[in-house]
């Protein structure tokens, strides 16, 4: 990863020379000025540092000037003040001019030295997510080239698109539904362009990636030593996201312990760090996101009613795509166009092949999984490679299910042999399948015992389905792991039976 990129201005070329080499030794790459004017000039030819440490006395133009002059050009660069004395005053102007810290050099250096890096790490992540949002939107382009122009090409996007629309400008929680890799952090993301909030952060926090005890330091912060591996404090997302947006991915995936702490903040707008005792105020708008059953974990217990009802003021369900397949075409030449240009490859068109597999596939990835295809599509320029690689997976799709549907009777032997049995073939069906189907021939009406098997199969999947169900209030991925299937066979058996969850 290469090194954060850091500015110090200060005429103390004592002060100026430990702090260089402190910082080096941490590992950023460090440039030193002694006047506000000589870093302005160099910004004129050179690219802006990730963060300015700025002394605020200086002869000639001080610290303030210098910010004043910065904001003019360079106002999105983290600016940390350093000063030999606290003086309110000037912290409040400095605040007011956009600075990420004030920090009193004093007499102990250490004591500063911490603080300085711990005000440095802040910043740096804070431009970091800055510059992610830029590039997410740089990429996404936002009218009418971009993936919400290639979204609105369906009926149902566009009615998403419209409640965006309704809705972006007020606070309330939105609850963003939908399976995996159909778009619920462009629509997230959608929802911050178009508040008042737009120009404040936008923060993503993927809940299922981390440990509970992690989590709850990513969300909240922590104080130095307030657990094992705590070496300094660390701001947590709520205040990076002070202001602005903060979305929750895969919400389904919070520990109980920790929906407690979040269900205090959305009421309190306070919450304090792991190891601390200090109350912190925060601004911020929550957009949860998942792929999970909440309804069913409310049921089983493993998610809380109360915070769910909090996050679920306005509910945008995010159909599939092979829901959505009109999209298609236009998601087509949209990562086209942006991969082409991307990777420098010459824009080629899918022949009517392609395009016809292409509107034709399943698609059990979603617009992630389109992406992907195009982008390897455009890398490797071979249309016979994407076309292999859409039947491979449409084959291994349709193997996955039937061995499912195979294997499913047999591995709930018990539940099955509760189910009624079937009707058992007539005298005039048994005598046909003796002397080769004459009988057949004169009782239509027979039933094959293919037919019979198949009758019986589902009826025994039927009751072991539904008893699995019962058995976990319905909770899916329990009742899919006890029958031996996975998520997505059990949906598509559950539709296949005609099983629905009854209506509370």
Same mark, same amino acid.
């Given at each position: 990863?290469?090194?954060?990129?850091?500015?110090?201005?200060?005429?103390?070329?004592?002060?100026? $020379?430990?702090?260089?080499?402190?910082?080096?030794?941490?590992?950023?790459? +460090?440039?030193?000025?002694?006047?506000?004017?000589?870093?302005?000039?160099?910004?004129? $030819?050179?690219?802006?540092?990730?963060?300015?440490?700025?002394?605020?006395?200086?002869?000639?133009?001080?610290?303030?000037?210098?910010?004043?002059?910065?904001?003019?050009?360079?106002?999105?660069?983290? +600016?940390?003040?350093?000063?030999?004395?606290?003086?309110?005053?000037? +912290?409040?102007?400095?605040?007011?001019?956009?600075?990420?810290?004030?920090?009193?050099?004093?007499?102990?250096?250490?004591?500063?030295?911490?603080?300085?890096?711990?005000?440095?790490?802040?910043? &740096?992540?804070?431009?970091?997510?800055?510059?992610?949002?830029?590039?997410?939107?740089?990429? &996404?382009?936002?009218?009418?080239?971009?993936?919400?122009?290639?979204?609105?090409?369906?009926?149902?996007?566009?009615?998403?698109?419209?409640?965006? #629309?309704?809705?972006?400008? @007020?606070?309330?929680?939105?609850?963003?539904?939908?399976? @995996?890799?159909?778009?619920?952090?462009?629509?997230?993301?959608?929802?911050?362009?178009?508040?008042?909030?737009?120009?404040?952060?936008?923060?993503?926090?993927?809940?299922? *990636?981390?440990?509970?005890?992690?989590? #709850?330091?990513?969300?909240?912060?922590?104080?130095?030593?307030?657990?094992?591996?705590?070496? @300094?404090?660390?701001?947590?997302?709520?205040?990076?996201?002070?202001?602005?947006?903060?979305?929750?991915?895969?919400?389904?995936?919070?520990?109980?312990?920790?929906?407690?702490?979040?269900?205090?903040?959305?009421?309190?707008?306070?919450?304090?760090?792991?190891?601390?005792?200090?109350?912190? @105020?925060?601004?911020?708008?929550?957009? *949860?996101?998942?792929?999970?059953?909440?309804?069913?974990?409310?049921?089983?217990?493993?998610?809380? /009613?109360?915070?769910?009802?909090?996050?679920? &003021?306005?509910?945008?369900?995010?159909?599939?795509?092979?829901?959505?397949?009109?999209?298609?075409?236009?998601?087509? /030449?949209?990562?086209?166009?942006?991969?082409?240009?991307?990777?420098?490859?010459?824009?080629?068109?899918?022949?009517?092949?392609?395009?016809?597999?292409?509107?034709?596939?399943?698609?059990?990835?979603?617009?992630?999984?389109?992406?992907?295809?195009?982008? =390897?599509?455009?890398?490797?320029?071979?249309?016979?490679?994407?076309? $292999? #690689?859409?039947?491979?997976?449409?084959?291994?799709?349709?193997?996955?299910?039937?061995?499912?549907?195979?294997?499913?009777?047999?591995?709930?032997? *018990?539940?099955?042999?509760?189910?009624?049995?079937?009707? *058992?073939?007539?005298?005039?069906?048994?005598?046909?399948?003796?002397?080769?189907?004459?009988?057949?021939?004169?009782?239509?009406?027979?039933?094959?015992?293919?037919?019979?098997?198949?009758?019986?199969?589902?009826?025994?999947?039927?009751?072991?389905?539904?008893?699995?169900?019962?058995?976990? =209030?319905?909770?899916?991925?329990?009742?899919?792991?006890?029958?031996?299937? $996975?998520?997505?066979?059990?949906?598509?058996?559950?539709?296949?039976?005609?099983?629905?969850?009854?209506?509370?």
């Amino acid at each position: 990863m290469t090194p954060a990129r850091l500015a110090i201005v200060d005429d103390d070329p004592q002060f100026a $020379s430990y702090l260089t080499t402190l910082l080096r030794s941490r590992g950023y790459d +460090v440039q030193s000025f002694t006047s506000g004017s000589d870093l302005l000039q160099s910004l004129y $030819s050179d690219s802006a540092p990730d963060v300015l440490l700025l002394d605020v006395l200086m002869p000639g133009m001080d610290g303030l000037d210098t910010l004043r002059g910065l904001q003019k050009t360079h106002g999105t660069v983290p +600016v940390i003040m350093l000063s030999g004395r606290q003086a309110p005053a000037t +912290v409040m102007e400095a605040g007011r001019l956009g600075a990420e810290a004030y920090i009193c050099k004093g007499d102990e250096p250490d004591a500063m030295a911490t603080e300085l890096e711990v005000a440095i790490r802040n910043a &740096v992540e804070k431009a970091r997510l800055r510059r992610d949002n830029e590039h997410l939107w740089s990429q &996404v382009g936002e009218h009418p080239d971009g993936a919400q122009a290639a979204w609105g090409a369906g009926q149902a996007m566009h009615q998403v698109m419209t409640m965006v #629309e309704r809705v972006a400008d @007020s606070d309330v929680g939105v609850l963003i539904r939908g399976e @995996s890799g159909v778009g619920k952090e462009i629509i997230a993301r959608e929802l911050h362009r178009q508040s008042a909030r737009r120009a404040r952060a936008f923060v993503k926090v993927n809940c299922a *990636a981390l440990p509970a005890e992690l989590l #709850e330091s990513e969300l909240f912060g922590h104080e130095r030593g307030a657990f094992t591996g705590a070496q @300094s404090a660390r701001m947590g997302k709520f205040e990076y996201a002070n202001g602005g947006t903060l979305m929750l991915d895969e919400i389904g995936e919070m520990p109980a312990a920790l929906q407690a702490k979040l269900l205090h903040v959305l009421q309190d707008n306070t919450f304090t760090k792991l190891g601390s005792n200090r109350t912190i @105020s925060v601004d911020v708008r929550v957009i *949860a996101a998942t792929n999970r059953d909440l309804e069913a974990m409310i049921r089983s217990g493993t998610f809380r /009613e109360d915070l769910y009802y909090r996050l679920q &003021v306005i509910e945008l369900h995010v159909p599939p795509l092979r829901e959505r397949r009109e999209e298609i075409p236009a998601l087509l /030449e949209f990562f086209l166009q942006r991969y082409s240009k991307r990777y420098g490859r010459p824009l080629q068109r899918p022949s009517a092949t392609l395009r016809q597999a292409l509107a034709t596939y399943s698609w059990p990835g979603n617009v992630r999984e389109l992406e992907n295809v195009i982008k =390897r599509f455009v890398i490797l320029q071979d249309e016979s490679l994407v076309l $292999s #690689e859409l039947q491979r997976s449409r084959k291994a799709d349709e193997t996955r299910t039937a061995a499912a549907a195979a294997s499913e009777p047999a591995a709930a032997p *018990a539940t099955a042999t509760a189910a009624p049995p079937p009707a *058992a073939p007539s005298p005039e069906a048994a005598d046909a399948d003796e002397h080769g189907g004459t009988a057949a021939a004169a009782a239509p009406t027979a039933v094959s015992l293919p037919d019979l098997a198949r009758r019986a199969a589902m009826e025994a999947e039927r009751e072991a389905i539904q008893a699995a169900l019962d058995r976990f =209030r319905w909770n899916r991925r329990k009742a899919a792991q006890t029958l031996g299937v $996975s998520y997505k066979t059990l949906l598509n058996k559950m539709k296949e039976c005609g099983i629905a969850e009854p209506k509370l």
